[in-house]
């Protein structure tokens, strides 16, 4: 905890850059930084973010917003205690519909960003990815593992996105002294995921509610070890809080199959809905558990949610936004 004379960056009052604040992950770390006593500065350009995820916040002294691209040169007035780069569509969907702006957000947004931490010589953290490893031949990954990507492959520009971002961090750290964290985050779920981005989980939850198929891709022996929103939000708290400089894993060790994952959302829905085989994407990694023994060890966090119980939660909130979709599509074509 700090105190007001405390000097350390994200210290209450201090001023914080969130990229991509209006995103799935961003809000929920702008709703933490405000809650630490941050001044909170947001910047998204809403292509995959939602001002919805925000609505809430714009009301207060010390959040502001700005719709704003930052791939472009970035400008902000006063000074700036930290930069956190969370700007960029996530979902592998996206990776074929977005290719382009995600390697622009993550090579050229990535470079901005620094630029301007290296200007107001905030700390700066980098929101990378499990991607990084790609389709592993080592389960689970610690960071230490180099990954197995395909660079032109249809992922590939998410993950080499992430792989020159963490170079550029690196650089800049090394080169002009910048003080920088890196967080590698893994499968993540909770509150305020779009109900469309075609990820697993909202796609299971939007498919069990509305009693539609249920599509797993491949014979869905596939692995991912997924965490509640908040105990990501306390890794990356801890983590920009510490002296850690370099890549930290920040995700569950609890591995399920795609099936399991599927049946489990079924269940908790008390949904009738069956679950179909689709073609599995290029590509597709075959496992993903994190080894989170770093952040056991230098920060002292472990997950407190279990899936079971987030996944509860998200139901909630997935029946909720799936009923206010419904009314506004009704609303629309009335
Ligand atoms: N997946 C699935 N059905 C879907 C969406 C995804 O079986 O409707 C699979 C996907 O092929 C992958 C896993 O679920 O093996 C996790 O996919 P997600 O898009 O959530 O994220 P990823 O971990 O691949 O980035």
């Known amino acids: ?17 969130v990229t991509g604040g209006a995103g799935f992950i961003g809000s929920h770390l702008c709703r933490r930084l405000l809650a630490e006593g941050c001044e909170v500065i947001c910047f998204d350009n809403l292509l995959t973010g939602s001002m919805a995820n925000i609505e809430p916040l714009l009301g207060e002294a010390r959040f502001s917003f700005e719709h704003y691209d930052v791939t472009n040169y970035l400008y902000v007035d006063g000074p700036l205690d930290a930069i956190l780069h969370f700007a960029s569509p996530a979902s592998p969907a996206d990776f074929e519909r977005l290719p382009i702006q995600i390697l622009k957000v993550g090579s050229l947004g990535t470079h901005k960003t620094l630029g301007l931490a290296k200007a107001k010589q905030a700390r700066f953290l980098l929101a990378s990815t499990s991607e990084c490893y790609g389709d592993p031949e080592v389960n689970p990954q610690p960071e230490t593992y180099l990954g197995r990507v395909n660079p032109v492959g ?22 002009h002294g910048v003080d920088v964290r890196i967080v590698r985050i893994f499968n993540t779920f909770g509150p305020r995921m779009q109900i469309a981005d075609g990820r697993a989980i909202p796609n299971f ?130």
Not at 1 to 17: C, K
Not at 253 to 273: D, F, N, P
Not at 281 to 299: G, Q
């Open 205 to 334: 939850f939007t498919q069990a509610l509305r009693g539609e198929d249920v599509t797993v891709y491949g014979d869905g022996s596939q692995t991912r070890s997924i965490q509640y929103v908040d105990d990501l939000i306390e890794g990356i708290w801890r983590l920009l809080n510490s002296n850690y400089v370099g890549p930290m894993n920040i995700g569950s060790q609890a591995e399920i199959t795609m099936r399991e994952l599927a049946e489990t959302i079924i269940r908790i829905t008390g949904s009738q809905s069956r679950i179909v085989e689709k073609p599995l994407p290029p590509d597709d990694p075959k496992v993903r558990r994190a080894d989170n023994t770093l952040a056991r060890e230098v920060l002292g966090w472990e997950p407190q949610v279990s899936p079971e119980d987030g996944l509860r939660r998200t139901a909630e909130y997935f029946a909720e936004a799936l009923k206010a979709a419904s009314a506004r599509e009704e609303s629309a074509s009335g």
């Open 154 to 175: 249809i992922r590939g520009v998410y993950d080499e996105a992430k792989r020159f971002a963490e170079a550029m961090t690196m650089a800049y750290h090394r080169h």
């Open 1 to 17: 905890m700090s105190d007001s004379t405390h000097r350390d960056p994200i210290a209450r009052g201090g001023r914080v850059l």
